[in-house]
């Protein structure tokens, strides 16, 4: 898992020096598959057909803009300055999956916009201080919880986190609502995807007509970030952590290019 884990924050950081605006969703899309293609590796989403959705997921990365927040469908819709950009992507790597999302803002952030993001990524940083063995997994839903009550953000409890780990979703389910010292005893060898995700002002959801993007209900602006960790005897594994864990804003595009480039 750890080796799927490295290639999805390669393609993650990837994905956030390509996101630019003028950049379209498809070929980020192309991108990424190419990045799958070269490696070996499987995207979990291809052929993805739970019971929601239309039909299966013909594309390897959730990809979701602004008021969109969990899986965005890649679409042919070119970034603008100032858009709110959440990629989501599990693949499989030698029968093993790692899952992993963030989200950034194209070209100028407002303040607004940095702080949902800030929340979502403080809110999975708490989570995985408490995946220790002997907590429980009401521990985790709270420590999330308590986050977006500090924030403000209300929380939806339909889609949280998740085991995983011979595929994308395994039991156990982890909301990102709950009360600590409930639920199952976490132990080591335990691998969770743990997922904040908040709408600023609401915790209803909408789905697109395409049946997959979700969208907050009041159209306000959202964010969504996700790790897969590894309980182990001492301090979680982050086995999705990217080598720099980049700042939410893209500064000048061409200077970071060239410097990924040299
Ligand atoms: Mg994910
Ligand atoms: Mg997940």
């Not at 790597?93 to 407002?110: F, H, K, M, Y």
């Not at 940083?125 to 997994?137: D, K, Q, S, T, W």
């Amino acid at each position: 898992m750890h080796v799927a884990g490295r290639f999805v924050a390669e393609v993650l950081s990837e994905v956030g020096l390509l996101a630019e605006v003028g950049v379209n969703l498809l070929d980020l899309e192309h991108h990424v598959r190419g990045m799958i293609k070269r490696c070996g590796a499987e995207s979990c989403y291809w052929d993805y057909a739970p019971s929601f959705g239309r039909g299966p997921f013909r594309n390897v990365i959730c990809l979701s803009v602004n008021d969109a927040v969990l899986h965005g469908l890649p679409h042919d819709y070119t970034l603008r300055d100032g858009d709110v950009l959440s990629a989501d992507l599990a693949v499989r790597v030698n029968g093993w999956v790692a899952d992993s999302a963030r989200t950034i803002v194209v070209g100028t952030a407002v303040e607004e916009d940095l702080r949902i993001i800030r929340a979502t990524e403080e809110a999975l940083e708490a989570a995985i201080e408490v995946a220790r063995p002997g907590n429980r997994l009401g521990d985790i839903s709270a420590a999330i919880w308590a986050v977006a009550n500090d924030y403000g953000y209300p929380v939806n409890t339909e889609f949280g986190g998740h085991g995983i780990g011979r595929t994308m979703h395994e039991d156990p389910h982890v909301s990102n609502k709950g009360r600590a010292g409930r639920g199952l005893t976490l132990r080591p060898g335990l691998t969770l995807a743990l997922e904040p995700w908040f709408a600023r002002t609401t915790d209803r959801i909408v789905y697109d007509a395409d049946g997959w993007t979700i969208r907050s209900a009041d159209g306000s602006r959202t964010a969504h970030s996700e790790h897969t960790i590894a309980i182990t005897e001492d301090a979680p594994l982050v086995l999705t952590r990217r080598e720099q864990e980049d700042p939410v804003t893209r500064g000048d595009s061409a200077s970071r290019l060239s410097t990924k480039d040299a």
